[in-house]
């Protein structure tokens, strides 16, 4: 029994596992690091496309989901700014929330 409670502190083997974890992590940003950027536009687009969802009906579009984005709203004012300017909006679209 103490020979197996040995085996599992042995450094040599905590050593190994220490390296694997760490070339694990290596090969990991290698290999995704060429798609970071993609990966990164494509999360913003993403944003993008909900935060249109979330406020369109303040905006005057129809939104069928409205109801359900509405708690929403708050969260989401803080990034409202930055987003509106990367639309090409130079002024807030909202004619009761001025951010500029």
């Not at 129809?62 to 989401?76: F, R």
Request: glycine fraction near 4%; charged fraction near 35%; include cysteine.
């Amino acid at each position: 029994m103490s020979d197996d409670h040995d085996k599992e502190h042995d450094p040599r083997r905590e050593r190994v596992r220490a390296w694997l974890s760490q070339a694990r992590f290596v090969a990991e940003e290698f290999y995704s690091a060429r798609y970071r950027g993609a990966i990164a536009r494509a999360r913003r687009d993403e944003d993008d496309l909900f935060m249109l969802l979330v406020f369109s009906e303040m905006m005057g579009v129809p939104n069928p989901a409205a109801y359900y984005t509405l708690e929403l709203q708050p969260l989401l004012l803080e990034r409202f700014h930055e987003w509106h300017r990367r639309m090409g909006m130079e002024r807030s679209p909202l004619d009761h929330f001025r951010c500029c």
